[in-house]
């Protein structure tokens, strides 16, 4: 069973920086894409970034210029560098990985469990 684990969530006021970090159990195989989605009070999941296998990296508007994602193939992890946070960036934030469990398996979506981000005004 592959299993993710975020960290690094928390309260932060308005301008601050949070480091969030995900890694993947020992389980997986190889990853393909690595990612972070955001689910606030009421709205649907939304797409944070991403970074694929190659270092491509792909931003949702809102966080263009404020949130670095990076990752770690040695270690399976994942991190979004979140700066200059907003009121509207409070949101629970989910790690997904894309990848197969073995060298000969499909790929398969994996999520974390989500952690919390808020920034108070």
């Known amino acids: 069973q592959v299993q993710l684990v975020e960290s690094g969530g928390g309260l932060v006021q308005a301008g601050g920086s949070l480091r969030l970090s995900c890694v993947a159990s020992?389980?997986?195989?190889?990853?393909?894409?690595m990612g972070w989605y955001r689910r606030a009070s009421g709205n649907q999941r939304e797409l944070v970034a991403t970074?694929?296998?190659?270092?491509?990296?792909n931003y949702a508007d809102s966080v263009k210029g404020r949130f670095t994602i990076s990752r770690d193939n040695a270690k399976k992890m994942v991190y979004l560098q979140m700066n200059s946070l907003k009121p509207e960036d409070t949101a629970v934030y989910y790690c997904k990985m894309t990848g197969s469990r073995t060298s000969w398996s499909y790929e398969s979506d994996y999520w974390g469990q989500g952690t919390q981000v808020t920034v108070s005004s």
């Open positions: 970074v694929t296998s190659r270092g491509n990296t």
């Open positions: 020992e389980s997986i195989f190889s990853i393909n894409v």
